[in-house]
């Protein structure tokens, strides 16, 4: 059973694309949970957090009711849930209060024109069969745009609709284009960029809860930041500081530390928040530093 007042429930998707990398930042974020074999509920054993395991597609509507105080979906289906329910506000709306967008399931929305048919632009789409999985955001689309076409929806393999005579173009998920490609679609225009997000609920909760929360959010900023952070170090003249800063985007102001026996170079420590390339080490070297270290930032409290 449990506690409502005071455990937080997280809807995420129970076997599918985001089920890993949702499982794996909470894990980052410090929580331990027990599982047991086809429980749909995962319960927190060091955090007031439990998880429930649901189709993406349930996941809006568990934390519009206020079933689940947070949900991690989809943008995609944020949006087809939130067209559905009649909101045509285009940002965030009470019903899904969007935390935070995360850095995992990156994908397009986007129409597909079979190669050879008549369709090769969405500004010959008048009078024409769409086939989609997303006919909300479609029919907005077509609304917005003040075209007259059909929407023939499709749970899935949307990919085979226009060969199988249902429609002459689609209008689906592609994130590598594999898909379309092999099915001699060629990719159109873009209707929504989406990736994993993070609602919680319109109701407010009660402090216990809500600071729990804020502090799950903080470690999952903290967890974000640091998969492309580094901390470096090296070795470098006074005189090339800036030029040092200049080359490290992101970096936050430098700690410079004096070295033993040595006037003109100092020791400059930097945490960089974006990629590190080897250019960017060359460029360094070639601005006069030397005894160049990247290592890798485990966490992080901002
Ligand atoms: O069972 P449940 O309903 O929970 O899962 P599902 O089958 O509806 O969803 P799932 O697991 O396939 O996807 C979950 C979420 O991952 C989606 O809602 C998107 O937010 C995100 N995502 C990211 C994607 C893709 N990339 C993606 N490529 N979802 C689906 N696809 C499909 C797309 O529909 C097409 O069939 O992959 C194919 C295209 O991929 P490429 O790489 O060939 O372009
Ligand atoms: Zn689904």
């Known amino acids: 059973m449990i506690d409502k007042e005071t455990r937080i429930k997280i809807a995420i998707q129970k076997s599918g694309r985001l089920t890993d990398h949702s499982l794996d930042l909470l894990q980052r974020c410090g929580l331990k949970y027990t599982r047991a074999r086809d429980q749909l509920i995962c319960f927190g054993e060091n955090m007031p957090l439990d ?58 929305l986007s129409f597909g024109y079979p190669e050879d048919g008549p369709v090769q632009s969405a500004s010959q789409l008048n009078g024409r069969r769409i086939a989609t999985s997303y006919p909300n955001i479609v029919n907005d689309y077509l609304k917005r745009e003040s075209v007259d076409a059909e929407v023939v929806e499709f749970s899935g393999a949307v990919e085979i609709a226009p060969s199988l005579g249902r429609a002459d173009v689609i209008c689906d998920l592609v994130s590598t284009g594999t898909t379309m490609a092999a099915h001699k679609i060629r990719e159109g225009e873009t209707l929504l960029e989406s990736e994993a997000v993070i609602l919680q609920t319109p109701v407010a909760l009660p402090a216990g809860k809500q600071q729990w929360i804020d502090r799950l959010m903080q470690r999952i900023d903290g967890v974000m930041q640091v998969r492309e952070s580094k901390y470096i170090m090296m070795h470098a003249p006074k005189s090339a500081l800036a030029r040092i800063s200049e080359l490290l985007p992101g970096s936050e102001a430098p700690t410079v530390l004096p070295l033993e026996g040595l006037d003109d170079i100092v020791a400059v420590h930097v945490v960089c928040r974006e990629t590190v390339f080897w250019e960017t080490l060359e460029n360094l070297k070639g601005a006069g530093a030397s005894s160049v270290l990247v290592v890798p930032v485990e966490k992080m409290l901002a």
């Open 51 to 108: 998880i429930l395991l649901v189709r993406d597609d349930d996941i809006p509507a568990l934390v519009r009711d206020d079933v689940c105080d947070l949900g991690f979906v989809g943008l995609n289906i944020v949006e087809e849930t939130r067209l559905g329910s009649g909101e045509d506000n285009d940002s965030e709306t009470e019903h899904f209060s969007v935390l935070r967008r995360m850095d995992y399931g990156h994908c397009r």
